[in-house]
Structure formats: C-alpha cells, structure tokens
C-alpha cells in the first residue's frame, strides 16, 4: 500500500505544481511569449544580440577617446621636446 501511495505522488498531475507563467513583453519588441519557450528564446537571443551592438559601440567609442589622449600626449610631448633645443 506505501509503495502505490508513493508511486500515485510521484505520477499524479494533481499533486504537481502548475508550470509558472511566461514573463511578460519586453517594451521594445512585439514578440509574445509562447508556452513552448521559442518565443522568450527569440527575444533573448534578441536581446543579447542588442546587448553586444551596445558593448561594441562604447567600445569603438572607449577606442576613439584613447585614440583621441594619446595623440594629445604626443603633440605635448613634441611640444615640450622642441622647447628644449
């Protein structure tokens, strides 16, 4: 008798807790949701996507701004050099 009462809990739908729901919409995408998860799965993988276009811009642009002190380091340093002769 324990072992069907066991084998019942472990096999009856009703015992087990309902999946959770699927998260909202993100704001800036139209996707929905499905139960199966391909939709969430789209709309991570579409917000990854948006978080690396974010970190190659500032990227380029951390780039840039070094680029930018660099050559300022430079022409000081060729200014102070002609001062000296």
Do not use: F, W
Request: charged share 35%.
């Amino acid at each position: 008798m324990k072992k069907e009462i066991a084998n019942h809990k472990r096999s009856c739908a009703a015992l087990k807790p309902p999946p959770p729901p699927p998260p909202p919409p993100r704001q800036d995408t139209n996707i929905v949701y499905n139960r199966g998860g391909s939709g969430r799965k789209h709309s991570e993988n579409t917000s990854l996507r948006d978080q690396l276009r974010q970190v190659r811009q500032e990227s380029d642009d951390y780039k840039n701004k070094i680029q930018v002190l660099t050559n300022q380091i430079n022409e000081l340093h060729t200014r102070k050099s002609k001062k000296k002769k």
